[in-house]
């Protein structure tokens, strides 16, 4: 076990822990939270997805059901009134910085839950710790950063932490998504690949080739596109922790 603080002994140390940290949360967001619960594209077994829920209750503190709900729910209304988060209704800076701000809004509101956030899960787990005790998991987080990075830097870790998500999946990829980039579909709503090599994000760069086809596991399309998210989907089925439910187009 690393002494207290031993982890900020040099300055790379905390900094390449925040790009796998992040680059783990992305990932989890992306196979479990998305493709797997909220468009049922591919079936996790239970000991993949395990780790990336007790991840994401440490690193986000996001409510499973919260978030299928929400991302269903701009599906159902992208970029039209009702979306949660569309940059042509309330505008990219908006997005882009309060993202996580129309999140809550948005599960917040009566009967949100109830018709778009069925079919996750309510196993014990969720019922007792990850759903009603969200706000421990990234108290335990801080917990861990400041034991290896100590009480100045281990602090600074947690916060780029706890803004990542709403920075990077509610700002970037709902808002820049919708905004700048290519695109191979001509789908009603505004949705725009941000880049052909998707591996920051854990694939969702290729946002308007996923909602070209939102039950893809797949987001890739194009010979010279790369979906990283594909890849590990790909890595997990091949050892039984995933099976492809949907082909895709």
């Not at 808002?175 to 700048?180: K, Q, T, Y």
Request: glycine share 8%; with cysteine.
């Amino acid at each position: 076990m690393p002494d207290f603080g031993s982890w900020a002994s040099a300055w790379w140390k905390p900094v390449l822990f925040i790009v796998v940290a992040g680059h783990l949360t992305n990932v989890s967001v992306t196979l479990f939270l998305h493709r797997a619960q909220t468009h049922r594209g591919v079936k996790l077994h239970y000991l993949a997805a395990l780790p990336m829920r007790i991840w994401l209750w440490l690193s986000t503190a996001i409510v499973t059901k919260e978030w299928v709900a929400c991302h269903r729910k701009h599906h159902a209304f992208a970029d039209r009134e009702g979306d949660p988060h569309s940059p042509l209704i309330e505008g990219l800076r908006n997005i882009v910085l309060k993202g996580a701000f129309y999140y809550r809004k948005t599960v917040r509101q009566p009967g949100v839950l109830e018709k778009y956030g069925k079919g996750t899960p309510n196993d014990w787990l969720e019922r007792h710790l990850l759903s009603p005790l969200n706000w421990l998991g990234i108290l335990v987080m801080l917990t861990v950063d400041i034991y290896l990075f100590g009480f100045f830097v281990g602090p600074i870790v947690w916060g780029i932490q706890m803004i990542w998500i709403p920075f990077w999946a509610a700002g970037i990829v709902n808002g820049v998504g919708h905004a700048f980039g290519y695109r191979n579909f001509d789908v009603k709503d505004a949705s725009r690949n941000i880049s052909p090599i998707a591996i920051w994000l854990g694939g969702e760069e290729l946002h308007n080739n996923h909602h070209a086809d939102p039950r893809s596991p797949s987001f890739r399309r194009k010979w010279y596109e790369l979906d990283i998210g594909w890849v590990y989907l790909r890595v997990l089925a091949f050892f039984g922790l995933a099976r492809i439910e949907h082909s895709g187009s």
